[in-house]
């Protein structure tokens, strides 16, 4: 098993330039989340998907839209970048949405936008 | 709505000596507490989880109800458990996780 797979690594951007973040997971997990990490505020969370079809925002959703695209995979898309998107974006995935249990994360991208 | 304060954002100690990471919450309800931790460039991993009561290399948390505080203490630090810890929250029937802020642990020769 892979786990949680993100593509790409690294990524630069200019300012309102638009891109997608991929998100894989093969252990048939229900929940699936889009977390952005930066230095002194922990991990917030973007957007989460409780189950394939549905998607809810998180703390800080403004200027994402994301898509769970089978139970497999959810994007998470910026469509006019800005300079304070500049972060590590963890994609992760949780078995069963209620129960006590653990999230399993991704290796993250690195973005900068210009 | 459930918030979790780590008020160190940096904590050094050295190898051998005991460590302590504060975490604090507020939730009304019943929360589930857990500890993850991040080592340099790697993904986040769950470290342990208040309802397994586990010990896991050699760390410890114990829920405080009346204090409502999770802190993680290993008696004795290693080098290798330098690293970023984030205490986090689920509601007991929730599927979201509220992280603290992070405590950046260095443990030194």
């Known amino acids: 098993n892979a786990g949680v797979t993100q593509t790409p690594k690294f990524q630069v951007l200019k300012t309102g330039q638009s891109m997608t973040l991929q998100c894989a997971q093969d252990?048939?997990?229900?929940?699936m989340y889009w977390y952005r990490q930066d230095p002194g505020m922990g991990l917030r969370l973007i957007y989460y998907?409780?189950?394939?079809?549905?998607?809810d925002k998180g703390e800080v959703p403004n200027g994402y839209n994301v898509s769970r695209l089978n139970k497999r995979e959810f994007s998470l898309r910026l469509e006019s970048a800005a300079p304070s998107q500049t972060s590590v974006y963890f994609c992760?995935?949780?078995?069963?949405?209620?129960?006590?249990?653990?999230?399993?994360f991704g290796p993250g991208t690195r973005l900068t936008v210009l | 709505a459930q918030r979790v304060t780590q008020p160190e954002k940096l904590l050094s100690v050295f190898k051998g000596a005991p460590v302590e990471l504060k975490c604090n919450y507020s939730?009304?309800?019943?929360?589930?507490l857990f500890w993850y931790v991040q080592y340099s460039r790697q993904r986040l991993q769950l470290l342990l989880r208040h309802i397994s009561r586990e010990s896991i290399k050699g760390f410890t948390a114990d829920l405080n109800k009346g204090e409502t505080s999770f802190h993680l203490k290993k008696p004795f630090a290693q080098e290798e458990d330098s690293a970023m810890y984030y205490c986090a929250l689920s509601k007991a029937s929730g599927s979201r996780l509220t992280f603290g802020e992070g405590t950046q642990l260095t443990v030194n020769p």
């Open positions: 252990m048939n997990h229900n929940s």
């Open positions: 939730y009304s309800g019943s929360p589930e």
């Open positions: 998907s409780a189950s394939e079809g549905t998607t």
């Open positions: 992760a995935s949780r078995m069963q949405a209620g129960v006590a249990d653990t999230q399993y």
